[in-house]
């Protein structure tokens, strides 16, 4: 067996944001049998070696006059492909859950939600979610909502509202892992004033390989680093210039992160079935293995490399209490 397929099987993958869910519910699929145009299923997953993936519930905006309904909807569906499938896959609640699973030789579940929406306005909900099984959630999308601006939002200049920080204040108490990619530069700093425990950011790229408001500049990538928490790399290169992108863009994305927060606080969150082209080279989960093998090429230790493709994220759910 060559060295990377060696270290990648020794590795605990995690995989911190996909959005298959949408894929399902639209009918294109399931887990079992694949996907239509889909990254992520569950004979994609064990080929690419991983060990635990971040389903995301995104709140699309057509929901938002139904936002709860929509996501429980959402949630309920997610539930039922993992007991569909219970031998392969199965739905975690918290870290330990993580470990056992994985342990047992099948992969972990973590449930997300992208889009505060999903709240409408009433905290208790965050307690409902936590015991459907929802261990993260991101706080905002592109869009403003009651707890804060998302990155889309350029007129308002908004951050952190009242209702918002009650809301971190009650994730933090639950065991939710607050995630803020696709919050508001303002949204970021206020966040990071409250905050008492380490967070993430599921999938962002560096802002200086793509000047788009929702990427981080370097200001904001210390910070994450200085707060104990990771940034999961995202793949969704090629859905922003049109230009085919490559896994040495991703590689690019890793080796840039490392040199400005340091490698304990860097992962991987691919955006899978959320971006609009696909990664040569890293097409969908099963293609893995070769994100250890360009991290080996390009001279990251072997501790390194099992930081980056998921040690760190599991930190961090132990940290945060999940």
């Known amino acids: 067996m060559e060295e990377y397929l060696k270290l990648h099987n020794k590795a605990f993958v995690f995989d911190a944001h996909c959005d298959t869910i949408l894929s399902i519910l639209d009918g294109k699929g399931n887990l079992k049998n694949g996907i239509k145009d889909g990254h992520i299923d569950i004979e994609k997953l064990k080929k690419g070696g991983v060990k ?9 905006p057509e929901w938002y006059s139904d936002a709860v309904h929509m996501t429980l909807k959402a949630i309920s569906v997610l539930k039922k492909e993992f007991e569909e499938n219970r031998e392969d896959i199965e739905l975690a609640y918290s870290y330990k859950d993580i ?5 047992e030789g099948k992969i972990a579940a973590l449930l997300s939600i992208e889009g505060g929406e999903a709240l409408a306005g009433d905290i ?4 409902i979610y936590r015991e459907l099984g929802v261990t993260s959630i991101i706080l905002t999308w592109n869009n403003r909502n009651q707890i804060a601006d998302g990155a889309g939002e350029k007129r308002a200049n908004g951050g952190l509202s009242d209702f918002g920080y009650e809301v971190i204040r009650e994730m933090e108490r639950l065991g939710i892992i607050v995630d803020l990619s696709h919050i508001s530069p303002k949204g970021f700093w206020d966040v990071l004033k409250v905050v008492e425990k380490p967070f993430i950011i599921s999938h962002s790229i560096p802002k200086k390989m793509r000047d788009i408001p929702r990427n981080l500049d370097d200001e904001q990538i210390k910070a994450v680093a200085e707060k104990g928490g990771v940034i999961g790399t995202g793949y969704y290169f090629s859905s922003y210039n049109g230009k085919k992108a490559n896994i040495e863009d991703v590689l690019d994305a890793v080796e840039y992160f490392v040199k ?7 992962g991987i ?28 090429k390009r001279g990251f230790k072997e501790d390194e490399v099992l930081k980056i493709l998921g040690g760190n994220f599991l930190r961090v759910f132990k940290e945060a209490g999940v």
């Not at 635990?52 to 699309?60: D, L």
């Not at 208790?124 to 307690?127: D, F, I």
């Not at 400005?260 to 860097?266: F, R």
């Not at 969150?269 to 097409?283: R, T, V, Y």
């Open 99 to 103: 470990l056992r699973i994985s342990e």
């Open 124 to 127: 208790t909900m965050l307690k």
């Open 260 to 266: 400005v927060a340091g490698v304990d606080y860097v």
């Open 52 to 60: 635990a993936q971040v389903f995301s519930v995104f709140v699309r």
């Open 269 to 296: 969150g691919s955006d899978f079935d959320g971006i609009d082209k696909p990664i040569e080279g890293l097409e969908d989960a099963s293609k893995m293995p070769e994100l250890t093998k360009g991290l080996m």
